[in-house]
């Protein structure tokens, strides 16, 4: 009898045993695969985000690509571009980056009728790029000058994606800039959208007997871009880029051309 019942008591204790093994395995595999599939869940939206940006960027490049020929030919008044939005938005408007053109100290007037006619020293005479810009999630790509640069609304980084067409040579400096003139709206959409961009305006001027160019960035959300373009394109490590051109005796040139253009949707 004693026998039995020192069985059944190690049969009751390895029972009990059992049971709390199993409970204690059960909630180790069920909080590794809660834990997995929170952390996998992220992993996945943060690859997600990020493959959409990098979609996003590629896009615009192409684009881009397409709407600067209005600067690289003369005959081209009007170029026609798509973007996939995935639930992104797009906005245009003529109030952007602005920046300052002089030429020997002197300002170049966009404010002429010829946008460069005169460079006298006008105060106000800025060129604002205007914006065309793709955001999503906060992030954003816009699209300045002929370049793209990239940035976040909440944050104050920026990058340059696409160098706006600056040149500085030892005889000749070339200035190539898209000005956006477009109506301020917006749109979202999760679709593909079709893009026109329409020359308004077009002016080129070649400067003869010059010293030096400077660039200043005036005003801008993507100050680290611009300073980035500067330097990498040999205009100096400031927000105020500087192109000496010639030998310092007045035998340099500078040619800036701006192309007023409309972006309709």
Do not use: F, H
């Given at each position: 009898m004693r026998r039995r019942q020192s069985v059944s008591g190690q049969r009751d204790s390895r029972a009990v045993s059992d049971v709390l093994a199993f409970i204690l395995v059960f909630a180790i595999i069920l909080s590794s695969v809660t834990l997995l599939s929170m952390t996998g869940f992220q992993?996945?939206?943060?690859?997600?985000?990020?493959?959409q940006l990098q979609n996003a960027d590629r896009a615009m490049e192409a684009l881009a690509v397409n709407f600067n020929d209005v600067i690289r030919y003369d005959g081209i008044?009007?170029?026609?571009?798509?973007?996939?939005?995935?639930?992104?938005?797009v906005s245009t408007g003529d109030s952007g980056t602005t920046l300052n053109i002089s030429i020997d100290g002197d300002r170049i007037n966009e404010t002429d009728p010829d946008l460069f006619a005169d460079y006298g020293g006008d105060a106000n005479a800025t060129v604002n790029l205007g914006e065309f810009m793709y955001t999503s999630e906060g992030d954003r790509i816009a699209y300045e000058g002929g370049g793209l640069m990239r940035g976040h609304e909440?944050?104050?980084?920026?990058?340059?994606?696409?160098?706006?067409?600056?040149?500085?040579?030892?005889?000749?400096?070339?200035?190539?800039?898209?000005?956006?003139?477009?109506?301020?709206?917006s749109i979202q959409s999760s679709e593909g959208l079709g893009f026109t961009m329409s020359v308004e305006n077009?002016?080129?001027?070649?400067?003869?007997?010059?010293?030096?160019v400077?660039?200043?960035?005036?005003?801008?959300?993507?100050?680290?871009?611009?300073?980035s373009t500067l330097e990498?394109?040999?205009?100096?490590?400031?927000d105020t880029g500087v192109c000496a051109v010639g030998d310092g005796s007045g035998s340099g040139r500078v040619v800036v051309t701006l192309v007023e253009v409309d972006v309709e949707y």
């Open positions: 992993a996945m939206q943060d690859y997600q985000e990020a493959e008044e009007q170029r026609y571009g798509e973007l996939a939005l995935r639930e992104g938005t909440s944050e104050s980084w920026s990058l340059v994606s696409k160098r706006p067409q600056l040149r500085c040579g030892d005889e000749t400096a070339v200035i190539s800039l898209v000005r956006v003139s477009a109506d301020d709206r077009r002016s080129s001027k070649v400067y003869n007997n010059t010293d030096k400077n660039i200043s960035v005036e005003e801008s959300a993507y100050d680290d871009a611009w300073k990498s394109g040999d205009w100096g490590e400031s």
